[in-house]
Nanobody
Framework: HVQLVESGGGSVRPGGSLRLSCAASGYEITQYCLAWFRRAPGKGREWIAWITHAHSPSYDRSVKGRFTISRDNTKNTFDLEMDNLKPEDSGTYYC????????????????WGQGTQVTVS
């Protein structure tokens, strides 16, 4: 049974930090591009960051310099460290994976987590 499960969401003051984790089961993430998306209130789901199978990260400009994506293939997990959080970072965060290459398009990702809520206020 393939599954991605996020954890680590919560409420934090502006300027604070949170670390989100995504645990994969039912498959190995080694050859997958791993990504994080965010759905802000009243908006669609938008790409935040990805990390390639070769551990090369990429970020949306709205979070670059504040967020760090990482992966641990031995644990089959990947994380999103979020620093200097702003109210506009609030929303539901989703982890996702894509087998062949990285993409900012959500419909090109095969597996998704259920989402974890982040509130910055």
């Amino acid at each position: 049974h393939v599954q991605l499960v996020e954890s680590g969401g919560g409420s934090v003051r502006p300027g604070g930090s949170l670390r989100l984790s995504c645990a994969a089961s039912g498959y190995e993430i080694t050859q997958y591009c791993l990504a994080w998306f965010r759905r802000a209130p009243g908006k669609g789901r938008e790409w935040i960051a990805w990390i390639t199978h070769a551990h090369s990260p990429s970020y949306d400009r709205s979070v670059k310099g504040r967020f760090t994506i990482s992966r641990d293939n031995t644990k089959n997990t990947f994380d999103l460290e979020m620093d200097n959080l702003k109210p506009e970072d609030s929303g539901t965060y989703y982890c996702a994976s894509r087998r062949f290459g990285c993409s900012t398009q959500e419909n090109l990702h095969e597996y998704w987590g259920q989402g974890t809520q982040v509130t910055v206020s």
